[in-house]
């Protein structure tokens, strides 16, 4: 992995001067601007660069306003009782929750750890600025969520996850967005699920909805209250005695 000019520094990473010298040293993905955005590919392979347009491209297609109620996780997120209502997505990744969540009305707060996905919702983030969904959503600096839980001050509408899980479907059908994760970010084990679950219900909140592969086991093997099921994804609501009600 490379930074090409014009990407930040990310701590770790070497810089390199082209895409050509990237080639040479063999350097699998870099990161650089296209068409003015940030952009990470593997210069030895035709994957379209991934980056973060909150503004067009296929986010666009599901951000129109009239489709956005339809979602299941809007339906997860349930009515808003409080307003404005916030939502904290603990696993923000590539922003296409958060734009959702952000789109039928919620202040998003967005957490992300894995640097080089959150220097890509950082530079989205800025393309968007002045537009009335990038008013909607606030990243926080990077930073692993289970470290937020004196930081993150409610109250929340509601709180979101979607940990990264395994796919079984390794068929050509995995998105090329969720190949990119797959490639940049680890799958939690048991411990980390507990404890991302734990911190996420220890915060202020109506509700937690973690969204999950439809067959998938509940997160950290903890029963929801209730889910709602797609056919390819479930959104798993916690509604406990330790979230507000
Ligand atoms: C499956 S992706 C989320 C995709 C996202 N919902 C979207 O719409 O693009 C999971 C993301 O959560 C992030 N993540 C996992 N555990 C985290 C943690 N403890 N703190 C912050 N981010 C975390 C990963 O780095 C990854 O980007």
Not at 57 to 62: A, T, W
Not at 163 to 185: E, G, I, Y
Not at 197 to 203: D, E, I, K, N
Request: aromatic share 4%; charged share 25%.
């Amino acid at each position: 992995m490379a930074c090409l000019p014009g990407a930040p520094d990310l701590q770790g990473v070497p810089h390199v001067e082209d895409v050509a010298s990237a080639r040479e040293q063999g350097v699998e993905l870099v990161l650089g601007r296209v068409d003015d955005r940030l952009s990470l590919w593997a210069p030895a392979r035709k994957a379209a660069p991934l980056c973060v347009d909150f503004l067009g491209g296929r986010q666009g297609y599901r951000l129109a306003a009239d489709r956005v109620r339809h979602e299941r996780l809007i339906k997860a997120l349930g009515k808003v009782v409080d307003a404005p209502a916030r939502v904290c997505d603990l696993t923000a990744g590539l922003g296409r929750d958060s734009a959702l969540m952000a789109q039928a009305g919620f202040q998003v707060l967005m957490v992300e750890r894995q640097p080089i996905l959150h220097a890509l919702l950082a530079d989205g983030l800025a393309r968007a600025v002045g537009t009335p969904l990038a008013s909607h959503l606030t990243l926080l600096p990077l930073a692993d969520a289970r470290d937020l839980a004196a930081v993150l001050e409610g109250p929340f509408h509601a709180v979101f996850l979607d940990p990264m899980f395994p796919p079984r479907d390794k068929s050509a059908a995995v998105k090329q967005d969720l190949r990119w994760l797959q490639q940049l970010c680890p799958y939690p084990d048991e411990v980390e699920e507990q404890a991302l679950l734990a911190m996420a219900r220890s915060l202020d909140a109506r509700k937690v909805v973690v969204k999950r592969p439809r067959r998938a086991p509940p997160l950290a093997a903890v029963v929801a209250s209730h889910s709602l099921e797609g056919k390819t994804v479930r959104f798993d609501v916690y509604t406990s005695p330790s979230v507000r009600k």
